[in-house]
């Protein structure tokens, strides 16, 4: 943790910065922006899924004025801590040259368990379920970080 009064910098990784790594971004400006500075980025960019932006806009979050970036985007950014959300980011995530810390946290894949629903709602139970799941871990910030370097 930073000692000098910064706020801790975290980083939320998945593969294309499109869903779950975004809903952990909301959370944290939401719940947490008090004492984390946050932000999400990908190993690639797919762009903003619009069902995450839904489920989050009916939890009270708006997260439509985001948009899918890339790890290089963030080059700038001395990171405290890199929380990898999917097993690819995780499994694919680079090495971080200054202080970071890699806390993998794996959530399912909305996109991939939707693929199977027979209906837009079921699909957006999916949905609903690993924003809710996702919001719980945010909640427990940043103490959950703690130790883990």
Known sequence: MPNNGEKLKVLFLCTGNSCRSQMAEGWAR???GDA???YSAGIETHGMNPRAVQVMA?????I???Y????SDLDNVNFDYVVTVCAHAHETCPVFPRKATVVHVAFDDPPKLAK????DEEALGHYRRV???IRAYVET???ALEGKQ
């Not at 009916?58 to 708006?62: F, L, M, R, Y």
Request: net charge negative; no cysteine.
């Open 141 to 143: 910030l940043p103490g």
């Open 116 to 119: 199977e629903a027979k209906a």
């Open 64 to 66: 439509s004025g985001h």
């Open 68 to 71: 899918s970036k890339l790890l």
């Open 30 to 32: 939401a719940l947490k």
């Open 131 to 133: 924003r809710d799941e």
């Open 36 to 38: 984390i500075d946050v």
């Open 58 to 62: 009916e939890a009270g979050v708006d």
